[in-house]
């Protein structure tokens, strides 16, 4: 029979202990948690098999961003006992936060297999098989975090855009459209909306859609850039420049929307004005190839052939693997009666990209070389 005295202290020890976790979770919503881990650490050292404790400590450490720690605390916790649900969610929490996708996918395998109807882990693995490139995976699992959960706005947008990525357009505006059902002013899936109707040929409902977002949030960029270029698609080119313009009033440093408002220009025949807007992005970004092109084609149409000749080459060094520069490249030697380093330089765009010889076959800006021999044979072999 055991000693009154020993029971009496472990009945004083177990009761510490519960105040002690019990402060702790007090102290950790105050905000308090440098105190909250220390009332952890007692009750640990009390009874070093406090699984609940260590997951305590470890959400502790996760709000303070010591993923690592934390990730030690969690694993302490499954390790006096595995089937406590909650340290491998917030574990799984953790590795997400990280970005230890992966890592992260075990941990909810195992969650799943604890509870298979536990709707966050489903749609944390949806979530991590999509940063994973594994789209249609992270597609079954948003559809079954939506059959548990049906009301959940994430779960239907994030399901709209592995539809998006997958190309299945309608589906996708079908996912967005059940999110906004679901709170009328979700921004992201107002402006993915206008993505998706975009991509249908939609265009003056993905403007109102881009409208919205902007109506929701005026400071927000990526709306404004996308009205610029669905404007642009319109022809309402001056109405696109007002888009470009108040991004670049927003932040001067978002290479699309001078990159927009530079196209612009150029489809105006503003030429000198978008090639100002090209050399605004070259002077933050020197490796722009998208800068480089437009600038090289806004100067070719003014005949300006040794400037583009130099544009183009900028790409060929660049991007080497591009048939592209080459391609402008002989375009350019073309105009300047250079037949045979034109010819050189188509050979290395086919070698790059064979079905460019269907274009070469009408480019009249290769008029100049296409009568010659040795052109025929490039686009007949």
């Excluded at 404790?53 to 996760?62: L, T, V, Y």
């Excluded at 967005?176 to 059902?181: G, L, S, V």
């Excluded at 403007?207 to 404007?231: F, M, Q, R, S």
Aim: glycine share 4%; charged share 30%; aromatic share 10%.
């Amino acid at each position: 029979m055991g000693s009154p005295f020993m029971n009496n202290e472990r009945e004083k020890d177990r009761n510490e202990i519960v105040n002690l976790i019990n402060k702790g979770l007090d102290l950790q919503k105050q905000g308090k948690f440098k105190d909250a881990i220390a009332c952890f650490d007692k009750a640990i050292e009390l009874n070093p098999n406090l699984s609940g404790a260590w997951n305590n400590k470890g959400a502790i450490f996760q709000i303070l961003g010591k993923f690592e720690d934390a990730i030690f605390c969690y694993n302490k916790a499954i390790e006096l006992d595995p089937k406590l649900i909650f340290a491998w969610s917030n574990k799984v929490k953790t590795l997400l936060a990280m970005k230890r996708w992966k890592k992260a996918i075990a941990s909810i395998n195992k969650v799943i297999e604890l509870n298979p109807d536990f709707f966050e882990a489903w749609y944390d693995k949806g979530v991590a098989s999509a940063e994973l490139g594994l789209i249609q995976d992270s597609l079954s699992c948003f559809e079954k975090a939506i059959e548990l959960n049906p009301n959940n706005k994430e779960s239907h947008y994030n399901k709209g855009l592995a539809l998006l990525k997958l190309g299945k357009f309608n589906d996708a505006l079908s996912s967005f459209n059940k999110a906004i059902e679901i709170n009328p002013n979700y921004a992201k899936a107002w402006f993915n909306k206008g993505v998706v109707l975009e991509n249908l040929g939609k265009i003056d409902e993905s403007i109102t859609c881009y409208d919205k977002v902007i109506e929701l949030d005026p400071t927000d960029i990526e709306p404004w850039v996308n009205k610029g270029t669905a404007l642009n698609d319109l022809g309402k080119f001056e109405d696109a420049l007002t888009c470009y313009d108040k991004v670049i009033e927003l932040d001067p440093k978002v290479l699309n929307a001078w990159l927009g408002k530079g196209l612009t220009f150029d489809k105006l025949g503003k030429f000198e004005d978008a090639i100002t807007c090209f050399d605004k992005i070259i002077d933050q970004d020197p490796n722009s190839v998208d800068a480089w092109m437009a600038k090289g084609i806004a100067l070719f149409k003014q005949r300006k052939l040794d400037d583009a000749l130099f544009c183009f080459d900028k790409i060929t060094k660049l991007k080497p693997e591009a048939f592209y520069g080459f391609y402008n490249k002989a375009v350019v030697k073309s105009f300047q009666n250079k037949k045979e380093e034109a010819l050189e330089l188509l050979k290395i765009a086919i070698k790059l990209n064979p079905s460019c010889k269907e274009y070469m076959k009408t480019d009249s800006e290769l008029d100049n070389i296409k009568r010659s021999k040795e052109f025929k044979e490039l686009v007949e072999n």
